[in-house]
Every structure is written in structure tokens, then in C-alpha cells.
């Protein structure tokens, strides 16, 4: 880990929005993330976006919320005094329409409820487990694309508060995550300047999560077996394999910190399946050593 203080880092903005290719581990950095902050004293929201009740069972203690862009998009009909038909347009299915007519507004409207929470005051952090890679692309640019595309109005005034809210360091930061292979980090790379270039918003650390930080084995060469020849070979296949692991992971590294230079913060490799509370715990207190 190459920054000094990754949470002191993290907490400097009211808002992280965590995003990444599909199967990095987004959702394990989000609980990550959220348990380290409510360790250090912190009232933390965390927010998911896919429906997925995987945050509910990783950090059962603290508030997580579960936001839909049906359902944002009827409270914001019911704000924005269309009371009598939102319900309707919801039970009918034409709100989904809406979405689809006009393209970004259901990411607007989405971050539009992150941006009310966010500015309630009532958290000192909120981390969203944001979209994938290339979703997260379109999810935080949709501001920006409306704001150009709507002349006035409150659709024009929800994306350039929103577009406040994205560009200021103080309000918002995104964390990208990736692993420590060549297709996730020529991901993450494409994503950090697309996301710097058309957003403008503020990159927080990056995470390279299932780093394998287990003490190197011998040279098999070097090993004597004695007689013993029973799964020798195996044993032998297994150590090369694992070596060549290392010298990818390594040069996948260095490959990231040459061509995107942040603070990294690097989570060690833990069983997917079956991830629990407790393995959160273990890789928060990684988080902040």
C-alpha cells in the first residue's frame, strides 16, 4: 500500500462512489470502505444501486439503502408536482419508458436522491456501490449530457446541481477498483481518464483488491524431497504456476502506477465464496494500517 492514510483520504469528501469492471469486487471495497469509517467513530450510509442483497449481510449493522431508478424518478414526479400520475405511470410500467426516451434521465434522477442524501448533513460519509466500468461512464456523465441537451427547467436544475455535487472534491470522490491483471487494469485505466476528462470529478485512491501478499515459496529446484515422489509434481506444477502469478501481479502493478499516478491501496486475496462480516472486518483494519 502506497498511501500513507487511505481512510483520511476517503473521508475528505462527504460522498464515494465505488466503480470498477464486473467481478474486481466492487461490493467487497464498498463494505470495506463503510467498516473502516464506522470503525473510526464515522456515521456511514451505504447505498446500493443493483438490488442485490449482498451489503445487507456483509455490514448488517449499518444503514444500507437500496435506490432504483423506477423509484427515484416517482418520488421525483411527486416533488415535481406530478402527484396523481406518478403512481400510475410506476403500476403501468410507462415510467420505465420514460428512461428509455429520454437517455441519462433515470441516472439523473439516481443521483439526484444520492445528491438530496448527501446533502442532508445527516451522514459524514455515504459510499455508493456504483456501476460497473463502463456503465459508470454513462451513469456519471448523464449530468452533463442533459445539462447540455435541456435548455431550462427542473430537469436542467437537477443536472447541474448534480454536476455540482460530482466536480467538487469536497462533496464527492470516485474509487476505482481493479485487480492485478492485465483486462481489469487496462479497464480501469480507459475509466480513469474518461471519468477525469468528461466529468471532471475526483479520483480517490485506487484499490487493487485480491493482491496475493503471502510470503514467496522456495525455488522447487531447490527443495529436497527425499523419496517421497507421491504428488512431488503436483507440488512442483503448483509453485511455478504461483510464481508466474506473482511476476503478473507485479508488472500489472507497476504497469497501473506508471500509467495512472495515484495512492493505491492494495487488499489481500481472501475466498470469494462466502465472504462474511467477519473477513470485512479483517480487510477494513488492512484498510487503515
Sequence with gaps: MS??????DLASSNLVIVAGKGGVGK??????????????????????????????ELVPDLDVRHISAAESLEEYLFE???????????????????GTAAPGIDDLV???????????GEWDLIVVDGPAAGHAITFLTAASGLLDAVRGGPVREQAQDVLDMLRSPERCQVLLVTLPEATPVNE???????????????????????????PPLPDPTSVDFGRARVQVDDAVAAAHFRSTRLRVQGSEIDRLSSSVPLPQIHLSARPVAGLSPGDIAVLAAELVR
Excluded: C, W, Y
Design 188 to 214: 480501469l485505466i480507459e475509466t480513469s481518464f474518461a471519468l477525469e476528462e468528461r466529468v471532471g470529478v475526483q479520483l480517490g485512491p485506487i484499490v487493487v483488491n485480491r493482491v496475493d501478499q503471502t
Design 27 to 56: 461490493t467487497t471495497v464498498t463494505a470495506v470502505v463503510a467498516r473502516a469509517a464506522a470503525d473510526a467513530g464515522r456515521r456511514v450510509l451505504v447505498i446500493e444501486l443493483d438490488g442485490k442483497p449482498a451489503l445487507d
Design 110 to 120: 439516481v443521483l439526484g436522491k444520492i445528491k438530496q442524501l448527501e446533502r442532508s
Design 80 to 98: 415535481h408536482g406530478f402527484k396523481r400520475i406518478a403512481r400510475r405511470l410506476t403500476s403501468t410500467g410507462v415510467i420505465d419508458v420514460i
Design 3 to 8: 498511501n500513507v492514510n487511505p481512510l483520511a
